[in-house]
């Protein structure tokens, strides 16, 4: 959400639109998930949160909401007529605040195709030019039992390997712009390749059109938080106008249940363009895929080996 920058810009809005003296200090961390981890075994020994917001993946959410962690907070009420009820998740515990479209990220002039769909790094001139992550990022999602299924995805997933030349995390996109990858199959997102592409760089990122998933990035406050009331203050204004731009100003993407949201229009041209709709992985979504979460790991075990 832009670090330091990003700090100063939230604090300023915030405390122009509040009327509030907040300051707001961003210290940078681990993984969404091990800051996650440490706020349960603050909580667990009686100690204060090291953060008084969260912010995670829905796939780590899911797991982490059902520990107890998070304050329940009535966050339509605090925002009438603009936070919508279909944001909030887990009983108040949890508040959507992006959107981010799945699939594929490439290099557009490398490529040896226009790929469509997943299938297409199948194709043997895709061979030695695919990395993929060393997490297996999407991999569960795509394992789910309204997506392919756990055979269907492991089968792909035996497949996609001898295509993979190495491994990548999601955001080393400058390796897909060099060439030294031609493309990220399945990548985390579309957020944050607009960065490069405003540069100039040849990426970009696609809906495969056996792949149509969208999944969200959530703001919680914990219950142990030093400074809940300034938490809650913090993540109604990310869910304002002014507070949506900065996050789509650092990170490229914004929530898409709100009307102004560039996302929002997206996920409708992707939509009629694959002729079908966007499956919304949300958190009762990653609670259901317990089948996904297991192939998952034995999917991790074919891909995420040193190529």
Request: overall charge neutral; glycine content about 8%; hydrophobic content about 40%.
């Amino acid at each position: 959400m832009g670090g330091t920058k990003g700090a100063a810009d939230f604090e300023a809005g915030m405390n122009k639109m509040f009327g509030t003296k907040i300051k707001i200090k961003f210290t940078p961390g681990p993984s969404m998930p091990a800051v996650g981890n440490e706020i349960a075994m603050r909580a667990t020994a009686g100690q204060p949160a090291q953060t008084d917001v969260f912010i995670a993946f829905s796939r780590d959410m899911a797991e982490l909401i059902e520990k107890k962690l998070f304050m329940a907070v009535n966050w339509t009420e605090l925002a009438p007529g603009r936070i919508p009820k279909e944001a909030v998740e887990a009983d108040g515990t949890a508040l959507k605040i992006l959107t981010g479209l799945l699939g594929v990220t490439y290099n557009t002039q490398l490529a040896p195709s226009k790929p469509e769909s997943l299938a297409d790094f199948l194709k043997p001139e895709w061979k030695g030019k695919i990395a993929t992550t060393p997490y297996s990022a999407g991999f569960d999602i795509l394992a789910g039992k309204d997506v392919f299924g756990s055979q269907k995805a492991l089968d792909y997933a035996k497949q996609l390997s001898p295509q993979i030349a190495g491994l990548t995390r999601c955001d080393e996109n400058e390796r897909l712009a060099s060439g030294e990858f031609l493309a990220m199959v399945i990548d985390c997102g579309d957020l944050g390749q607009q960065a490069l592409i405003s540069k100039g760089a040849p990426i970009a990122h696609f809906t495969p059109k056996d792949y149509p998933v969208m999944s969200f990035y959530y703001l919680t406050v914990p219950k142990n938080a030093s400074n809940p009331n300034a938490a809650i203050l913090f993540t109604v204004f990310a869910s304002m106008p002014e507070g949506q731009k900065i996050i789509r100003d650092y990170w490229g993407g914004d929530m898409h249940l709100y009307p102004e949201a560039q996302t929002h229009k997206t996920a409708m041209e992707v939509e009629a363009k694959i002729g079908q709709k966007l499956h919304s992985i949300d958190l009762s979504w990653q609670n259901d895929n317990a089948e996904g979460r297991k192939t998952h790991a034995e999917i991790n075990k074919i891909l995420a080996v040193k190529k």
